[in-house]
């Protein structure tokens, strides 16, 4: 369930690499005091950004904070990195180690808001042993070459990256290093992060030398490569936007060791992208919402046809796109006709398409397909105004079921099924709230009724 800084620590926890471990809350904060200062407190620079990482396993390590199933003490230097940086989630989830909130934007609407990231992470499928979903609990591939954009080692190109496990104390001389400033790529760096190999090279110094050239592309899938390997994907809290209900996905912990961002910064006078994020050249390569409005009318009166319907009006939307209830962003959606209403007036079928949704994509995947897309989501609608027409929407009831499952997987079967029994337990105690003077009555009522008929 989504924590507060006031919940205590789960006594126990299930790890990624099969570990089951007891914490002491009441150890961890008296740790933690001694580490960052008084409760709340940030006991040093908040700015130091990797360094946080060291004092999160300070913290750790403390006298029985943490033990092994058996209640023997437990060494966090010794735990893969997976399952170090769990209980650091896990640590700010319960508001052991401070987390300031962070600023951010929803990437659909771009409402800006604050939030401590941890403190909206599920932890049923840790406390609970339910770490069984075959992707988001999917190993990584130590002994997998990752693909990775070309770039040169010493003399030779390499397209490939090989990472090796890391436990805590490895991977150390990385977890103690300042955030302030460029990282500094270095032999002993390359080591803790666990990079194996570069193409084929396998010599630290050199593999150094190339990751202190390497383009911002190369890093960057670098630090994705890293971050999956290191983090495991339940360690996403997710934050519904007020505004729009978007679902935006951010990370957990807040402090992370490694940063996309470039090793350098860039050049004086060098040009920004249009816009943050977005791939050069991408903005104009996707067509302009006149263009995109041209090809989606074309499409639908194909498809229309195709299908035998006509009279479902066609709305290309440039504004924020409506979201589904999992908090995803539409590229389109089905609005039934309603009869004529006492002023005689009806209202059509319609299907909305939402251009800010295709372009976000097209941003995003470069293999993005924007008239494939634009005839499949057409006719994905055309099927849900076929469905209403027949009565009912097979399509519509295995989206919703889809969002479910989704929604299951994130929490854990026996988190969903505690929520439904407090869900249950609230619907009867509100019942009862507003209910009682009809019931207080009846029971006056029956009781001078058997009163009456006794005397």
């Known amino acids: 369930m989504p924590r507060s800084a006031q919940h205590q620590l789960p006594a126990q926890v299930h790890l990624p690499s099969g570990t089951v471990a007891r914490l002491s809350d009441a150890a961890a904060r008296a740790q933690a005091e001694t580490v960052f200062g008084a409760p709340g407190g940030r006991g040093g620079d908040e700015r130091s950004f990797v360094g946080r990482c060291a004092r999160d396993v300070q913290v750790l390590a403390g006298p029985s904070v943490l033990a092994d199933a058996r209640g023997a003490p437990l060494d966090p230097l010794g735990l893969p990195l997976a399952d170090a940086h769990v209980l650091r989630a896990l640590l700010a989830s ?47 591939g130590f002994d997998v070459v990752h693909p990775i954009p070309a770039l040169r080692v010493g003399r030779a190109v390499c397209r490939g990256v090989r990472f090796a496990e890391r436990t805590v104390e490895e991977a150390m001389p990385l977890l103690r290093l300042s955030g302030e400033g460029a990282l500094r790529i270095t032999p002993s760096v390359v080591v803790a992060m666990g990079i194996a190999a570069l193409g084929r090279e396998r010599r630290a110094p050199v593999i150094a030398d190339a990751l202190v050239m390497a ?13 999956e390997a290191r983090y495991p994907a339940r360690l996403v809290a997710v934050h519904r936007c007020q505004g729009c209900g978007a679902r935006n996905d951010l990370d957990v912990p807040l402090e992370r060791e490694l940063a996309r961002a470039p090793l350098r910064a860039p050049d004086a006078g060098a040009d920004d992208p249009a816009e943050p994020g977005a791939a050069a050249g991408s903005a104009g390569d996707f067509p302009d919402l006149d263009a995109f409005e041209a090809r989606v009318r074309a499409a639908a009166e194909r498809i229309y046809e195709a299908r035998g319907v006509r009279n ?49 994509e097209a ?40 969002i479910e499952r989704e929604q299951l997987r994130r929490i854990g079967h026996a988190e969903a099924a505690r929520r439904a029994r407090r869900g249950v337990l609230s619907d009867l105690a509100g019942f009862a709230r507003a209910t009682w003077p009809a019931w207080l009555i009846a029971a006056v009522g029956t009781a001078l009724a058997w009163c009456g008929g006794g005397g």
Do not use: K, M
């Not at 592309?217 to 490569?225: K, M, P, R, T, Y």
């Open 94 to 140: 319960a508001g052991v180690v401070p987390e300031e909130p962070g600023a951010y934007t929803c990437e659909n609407c771009g409402a800006p808001f604050e939030v401590a990231p941890s403190s909206l992470i599920e932890i049923g499928p840790f406390t609970d042993g339910e770490l069984d979903d075959p992707e988001l609990d999917r190993p990584f």
């Open 215 to 227: 383009p911002d592309e190369v890093w960057a899938a670098i630090v994705d490569l890293y971050h």
């Open 312 to 360: 479902i009006d066609l709305f290309i939307d440039a504004g924020v796109p409506a979201c589904d209830d999992g908090g995803e962003p539409l590229l389109g959606c089905y609005t039934p006709g309603t009869p004529a209403d006492e002023l005689g007036i009806a209202r059509p079928p319609e299907i909305r398409i939402f251009y800010r949704t295709f372009r976000a």
């Open 363 to 402: 941003r995003e995947d470069p293999g993005f397909d924007v008239d494939a897309e634009i005839t499949e989501t057409i006719d994905h609608e055309v099927i849900h105004h076929l469905h209403h027409l027949a009565g009912s929407d097979p399509v519509d009831d295995e989206e919703h079921a889809q």
